[in-house]
């Protein structure tokens, strides 16, 4: 699967996504941040899932009706374990992200809003 991991994702979560196989891009190593709607926008044209810790793309994609192509919010998830937890709900939630959900995920729980659910 296609990934853009927010600045806001550890870094260090790429190597787990690239170990399960999926492509993958940190917008950490662009020499600029862009801002929220510009990153929504470079992953949904690029086919990416975005994963973030930020509530403000659900926002964008929710409130704003922003196009993207899945979202994976972690909320709470210490650095060490968002790579793994990335890529297991990338596996295990793979349909429902090719169209286009948005995941909020704990370490205890996952919400899933389904594409119909984020239309405007």
Known sequence: ????????????????????????????????????????????????????????FGELAIMRGSPHAGIVRLVNIPAPKQGPLAALLLERYKRELQSAAILTATESRVRIRLADATSA
């Open 1 to 56: 699967m296609k990934v853009l991991l927010d600045t806001c994702v550890w870094g260090g979560a790429r190597n787990s996504l690239l170990t399960a196989g999926h492509d993958v891009v940190w917008a950490g190593d662009w020499s600029e941040d862009p801002g929220d709607e510009e990153i929504l926008a470079k992953a949904n044209s690029e086919g990416r899932v975005l994963i973030t810790l930020d509530k403000d």
